[in-house]
């Protein structure tokens, strides 16, 4: 894959299967951000190939990308500060024909914070508050991956615990989920499986529990010894 | 105080609504200025043609066909519209993701171009425009106004709330304000931002090309560089009231209108077009982002 001239990927090849937590950890400037641009639609690559449910995604716009079933939760959550926490959750579900009234509920089910604000401009939420709504937002195209862009960024230690605990809850009712992180000891810890991505390359990869004891993981990425 | 209540009083109130007048009809014009700076972050430069054409538009239906004056308006409009999307797909979308500037300089050419070929078809001269409505004179204690400035009113009024219900409640609306907020991420919820980008040229050039027929209507006269000073004075009432703001567009226009009519009455009047950006300076020296701009927010 290469990004705006680039090479921010260098040849990285994994893959999710349906029902499993992966996760894409590594330092800043990895490259797992661009992964996850990519997939959505909205960094266009020139080389490699994206393939969901048995259907290549190369050079389709985002639109259709949300239609089949992928949805992201951004870096730095990105509501839309201007306008409603309902209407944030709508514009969640912009591709949607049906009604989407059933969905809101079980968003404000998962965050119940979000139904006593849902009036409020998300701009005044409080930054968990807004990463929940982020969340809530993803869930509302009914995607079947989802992608999730360091959840815990910016977040106190007691809602980073909240956070991880809602994404394999989420997990538990089907959702497959793709997260990225570079909170590497919570993202093993709630993934099956996990990619190490350095300077845009993958160099190592494994069951999450495996690399949790893997001696340089430790000491790269986990602060241990 | 006896002279005030008999002069003053009301030449202020006949000019307020002399002023209310041409200020809606800056306001029509200024709204698609801001909505597609507020998307795209464009200054749309044939914004002023569009309005222009629909002037023409509505000529043709009055004087040809002899329709009513509301049936031209919506003709303009239909003519408009599409003529408004036509643009921005052959002249602005190609350069989506080059420097800021290339589209710009892109707008001013195909306003040159629309200006030009008006210009060829209809001459250079001036067109009147034929008495559509009735010149009924209303007088109501000191001031008197006549049915076409009540008809810009009300339509201008009606087209306003209209577009407020648009962007408050519908879907359209909703995404349109995600796009304006935030492009990347509104493309990434799976809002297709191209068709937002049109459905905003679209409402623009609708609410222009209404603001074209009513102007005709209202000066009797229209020509093919009438788009120019219209033009650029609404878009001073758009930056005036903070470009990207729908309310600062309506109420940048309005503002305006009722200065520039108030400075003609006070004996200003060869320095009509120098009001419109003398007040422009001003109110962005104290206020850099207009009357109801945001805060600039630099993003990252």
């Known amino acids: ?225 | 105080m006896f002279t005030f209540l008999s002069e003053v009083l009301p030449t202020f109130l006949q000019q307020l609504i002399n002023g209310l007048t041409l200020g809606t009809t800056y306001a029509l014009i200024a709204l698609g200025y801001t909505m597609v700076y507020g998307i795209i972050q464009l200054i749309n430069f044939a914004h002023g043609e569009v309005y222009m054409i629909g002037a023409f538009v509505g000529l043709i239906m009055v004087s040809v066909y002899e329709v009513n004056f509301f049936m031209a308006m919506l003709v303009a409009m239909a003519v408009c519209v599409p003529l408004a999307m036509l643009i921005e797909r052959i002249a602005y979308r190609p350069l989506r993701s080059s420097t800021r500037l290339a589209p710009l300089i892109s707008a001013l050419g195909v306003s040159i171009f629309l200006q030009t070929l008006m210009t060829l078809i209809a001459g250079p001269n001036p067109k009147g425009f034929p008495q559509v409505i009735e010149d009924t004179i209303y007088i109501v204690g000191p001031v008197q106004f006549s049915l076409v400035q009540v008809i810009i009113l009300v339509l201008a009024g009606l087209l306003m709330v209209l577009l407020h219900y648009i962007v408050k409640y519908t879907k359209m609306g909703k995404a349109m304000r995600a796009t304006s907020e935030d492009y990347e991420t509104a493309n990434l919820m799976g809002i297709n931002v191209n068709r937002i980008i049109s459905f905003t040229f679209a409402m623009g050039a609708a609410l222009a090309s209404a603001g074209g027929v009513l102007v005709g209507m209202y000066f009797n006269s229209i020509h093919p560089l009438m788009g120019v000073s219209v033009g650029l004075k609404s878009f001073c009432a758009a930056v005036l009231g903070g470009i990207g703001s729908i309310p600062g567009a309506m109420l940048g226009g309005i503002f305006l209108g009722v200065a520039e009519v108030t400075g003609v009455s006070v004996g200003l009047g060869s320095y009509r077009d120098a009001i419109a950006f003398g007040l422009l300076i001003l109110v962005l020296l104290f206020k850099p982002t207009g009357l109801l701009g945001k805060p600039i927010q630099r993003k990252v």
């Open chain 1, 1 to 225: 894959m290469a990004y705006g001239g680039i090479k921010a990927l260098r040849g990285i090849s994994f893959t999710v299967n349906q029902g499993e937590v992966v996760a894409l950890i590594g330092a800043n400037g990895a490259g797992k951000s661009t992964t996850l641009r990519s997939l959505s639609g909205v960094v266009k690559y020139q080389e490699g190939s994206v393939s969901f449910d048995g259907k290549s995604l190369n050079k389709m716009p985002p639109y259709k990308i949300v239609e089949l079933g992928i949805s992201q939760v951004p870096e730095g959550r990105r509501v839309f500060t201007r306008l409603s926490v309902l209407e944030n959750l709508e514009m969640g579900a912009y591709t949607r024909k049906d009604n989407i009234k059933d969905t809101i509920e079980e968003v404000f089910q998962w965050f119940p914070r979000l139904r006593e604000r849902k009036g409020q401009l998300a701009g005044t939420l409080s930054g968990g508050e807004q990463q929940m709504l982020a969340i809530g937002r993803a869930l509302m195209s009914r995607p079947k991956l989802l992608l999730m862009d360091e959840p815990s960024m910016g977040l106190a230690p007691k809602l980073v615990s909240e956070i991880f605990s809602i994404v394999t809850s989420i997990n538990r009712t089907g959702t497959t989920i793709l997260l990225v992180e570079q909170n590497a000891k919570m993202a093993l810890s709630v993934s099956a499986r996990a990619y190490v991505l350095e300077t845009g390359e993958i160099v190592h990869s494994g069951n999450s529990s495996a690399l949790k004891d893997n001696p340089m993981i430790r000491k790269a990425y986990l602060g241990l010894h």
